[in-house]
């Protein structure tokens, strides 16, 4: 807001149209004016690492979650007794779901930091954000979108945080395919193999 001086000589506030930025890229300068002198480059890493460590949470939450209900319907199974065929659709369909669950719950962790690129006017649109986000944590970075240079910092911590997340995710994947594999494959091919001919 600028102040103009009338006829008079009274200074009235007059408010400047900005053009918004083209295609989502960049801040939308009327809610975050002079967004520039306002930022340091402690900023970066105060948001970005507050925002790692909030995607973690969310993160272990829920593969916690997910895998406490695999576990007991690994349980529930063992009980039974079932032949090969079966036991391999079960594992093929948990995981199948785990995998799903988890790209759901990537997607709500990139919205998180595609909300706060927003809010902090790093980039204009929300569209632009969410596709920004979900591009640096896949550690992709081909969607042609940069953030707005002060915050580009937040960029690289999103990737190094897409891969700790990732990282997870596989490590989750792992360990439910080895515990039914252990747990119900095993034996329902030892149990095929010492059942009557």
């Not at 719950?105 to 909300?115: D, P, R, V």
């Not at 986000?133 to 937040?154: C, E, F, K, Y």
Request: charged letters at 15%; hydrophobic letters at 50%; proline letters at 3%.
């Amino acid at each position: 807001m600028r102040l103009l001086a009338s006829r008079s000589g009274v200074k009235r506030p007059v408010t400047v149209p900005v053009e918004r930025s083209l295609l989502g890229r960049g801040s939308d300068s009327r809610t975050r004016e002079n967004s520039v002198t306002r930022t340091t480059p402690l900023d970066n890493w105060i948001y970005g690492l507050s925002l790692v460590a909030l995607t973690l949470a969310i993160h272990a939450a829920g593969v916690t979650f997910m895998i406490s209900v695999l576990r007991g319907i690994r349980l529930r199974l063992e009980r039974r007794s079932l032949h090969l065929p079966r036991v391999f659709a079960i594992v093929v369909g948990a995981i199948t779901a785990l995998g799903l669950l988890l790209a759901a719950l990537h997607g709500i962790e990139a919205a998180c930091w595609a909300a706060a690129y927003v809010w902090l006017g790093a980039l204009g649109s929300l569209g632009a954000a969410i596709l920004y986000s979900v591009d640096a944590m896949a550690t992709r970075g081909a969607s042609g979108l940069t953030l707005q240079p002060h915050w580009q910092m937040m960029g690289a911590l999103e990737a190094a945080n897409g891969m700790l997340l990732f990282g997870i995710s596989t490590a989750a994947i792992f360990s439910v395919m080895q515990f039914y594999h252990e747990h119900l494959v095993f034996r329902a091919l030892s149990g095929s193999s010492t059942g009557p001919e």
